[in-house]
């Protein structure tokens, strides 16, 4: 018995190893993808036409959907950027989703907001009910704010395109700021190749640290907090590198609900924001893959580097873990619902590559991971495995992970040279290792439960995450105190 229960461990352990080998090559992969991409595009840059389509009558108008729920801290200057972009024609919808705090007096005192009678049309389904219908006296046609009662991210979001006019839907994150020609930039695919794409991300970074004034990042640093440093790794390698691999290979199913462009005639089609999942943004673009692919349509949803929307990270480990239970278990829910698609020839590459690979490599990645605590250090003890195995697995689950860091750091400093100075991109090098040493392990803690909670079928609502704000973030590495929030 003794020596079968070791046999079941060498071969579990060896198992794991061969898993985390599997892993990070493929992050090293996606990485090489991206850097491929990131040179492509750099070249590019110079004839990109920037100018000419700000210029152009002919360029798509877009409405940006903000919603918010208690973001008082930084909603004004959040908001303030988003109707300052250099585009040529938009308007920014704020629904104020069911709000405690003061997020609403805020922009009503800073835009001086009037009520105007509005009815909110039906073409995507909403559950909560809309209480009033605001316009900045100064300018009416630029900024909508919408107070309704609560109902989750997702319904405000429909609330939301149901009151835009424009045929581009931009959704963004109430605790963001946007780059000023952010919506040019994501906007550039559709003006490119406006028949097949349909839905287009941008990168997502980390503002903790950084200068913001008049509603603009200023001056990129990295966070004071070695907790907010490690998460600008992890954006690095999981937004940045991860998603222009995928996009290069056509197989991008996640956009930011921080950042997204879609066609608002496809999401009307399809019935909008999905309520019965919380990662709604993600659900979003795999329904859209799958509608798309049932009609047999030529299209395509890309990944674009250059526009930045920058957001406050959590910067306590239990708001930290409040997010990460809520990412993992919006990627049990939308694989789940859509299981439909996995392995299935049907959906091409989004069926047969990118679904199987969030199963095995993100849904499954935490299980693995405190598998792996336990089962090693058990093999070592009953002598399933020796001394020297050990080691070689430390060094393929934690070294070759922390490789794969150092190259996206490494990658985006040759690319964009967002961190000027040494001593970030040192800090950036140092938070790579921290995050080997304990972060990883608890992190994993969080997805798992989340996971769970998605198979137990509990309950999950948008919640509440604590705000420091940008202004708070700035006075805390000097005396300036100018800036916005998240």
């Given at each position: ?8 461990l ?30 492509k ?28 729920y ?29 709000s ?45 704010v ?8 997702a ?18 994150d ?40 008049g ?17 600008v ?10 998603r ?5 290979l ?39 893959h799958?509608?798309?692919r ?14 930045v ?10 708001v ?56 090693l ?46 001593g ?55 005396t300036?105190?100018?800036g916005?929030?998240?």
């Amino acid at each position: 018995m003794t020596e079968a229960v070791r046999e079941i461990l060498r071969f579990t352990d060896v198992a794991i190893f061969a898993y985390f080998i599997g892993l990070n090559t493929s992050y090293l992969v996606l990485m090489v993808l991206a850097g491929l991409e990131f040179g492509k595009h750099l070249r590019r840059v110079p004839f990109a036409g920037a100018d000419d389509m700000f210029r152009s009558p002919l360029t798509l108008p877009v409405s940006v959907i903000v919603p918010a729920y208690n973001e008082g801290a930084g909603i004004v200057p959040a908001v303030t950027a988003m109707t300052a972009l250099r585009y040529p024609r938009y308007e920014v919808v704020v629904v104020d989703d069911g709000s405690t705090d003061d997020t609403f007096e805020l922009l009503r005192a800073h835009f001086d907001l009037v009520e105007v009678p509005r009815v909110v049309p039906g073409e995507v389904p909403y559950q909560s009910r809309v209480l009033s219908v605001h316009v900045a006296r100064a300018n009416p046609e630029t900024l909508t704010v919408v107070r309704k009662t609560n109902g989750g991210k997702a319904d405000a979001l429909n609330v939301g395109i149901n009151l835009t006019r424009h045929p581009l839907i931009c959704m963004v994150d109430a605790d963001s700021v946007l780059d000023p020609d952010a919506l040019l930039s994501v906007a550039k695919p559709f003006a490119d190749d406006p028949l097949r794409v349909v839905a287009c991300g941008g990168v997502v970074r980390i503002a903790n640290g950084c200068k913001v004034i008049g509603g603009r990042v200023v001056d990129v640093r990295m966070p004071r907090r070695w907790l907010g440093r490690i998460q600008v790794v992890e954006y690095l390698r999981a937004f940045l590198m991860g998603r222009t691999g995928w996009s290069r290979l056509g197989g991008l199913v996640v956009i930011s609900g921080a950042f997204g462009l879609f066609r608002r005639d496809l999401l009307v089609r399809i019935g909008g924001m999905a309520h019965d999942t919380i990662g709604e943004d993600a659900e979003l673009v795999v329904r859209l893959h799958r509608h798309l692919r049932q009609l047999k349509e030529d299209y395509r949803v890309v990944f674009v580097a250059e526009p930045v929307s920058w957001s406050e990270a959590p910067s306590s480990l239990r708001v930290l873990g409040r997010q990460r239970r809520r990412w993992h278990r919006g990627i049990a829910e939308i694989l789940r619902k859509h299981r439909g698609m996995i392995l299935n020839p049907r959906y091409g590459r989004i069926g047969l590559v990118a679904l199987p690979y969030y199963v095995v490599f993100e849904l499954l990645a935490p299980f693995v991971e405190l598998a792996a605590l336990v089962l090693l250090p058990l093999g070592l003890l009953v002598d399933a495995i020796d001394v020297a195995f050990l080691w070689r697995f430390v060094l393929v689950a934690y070294g070759y992970g922390l490789l794969v860091s150092l190259v996206a750091l490494f990658i985006e400093e040759v690319s964009f040279h967002r961190y000027p100075r040494w001593g970030d991109l040192a800090r950036g090098v140092l938070a790579a290792i921290l995050e080997n040493f304990g972060y990883r392990q608890i992190l994993a803690v969080w997805q798992v439960r989340g996971a769970l909670g998605a198979l137990h079928g509990r309950r999950a609502e948008w919640g509440t995450m604590h705000r420091e704000g940008f202004d708070t973030v700035v006075e805390s590495r000097e005396t300036v105190g100018v800036g916005v929030d998240r």
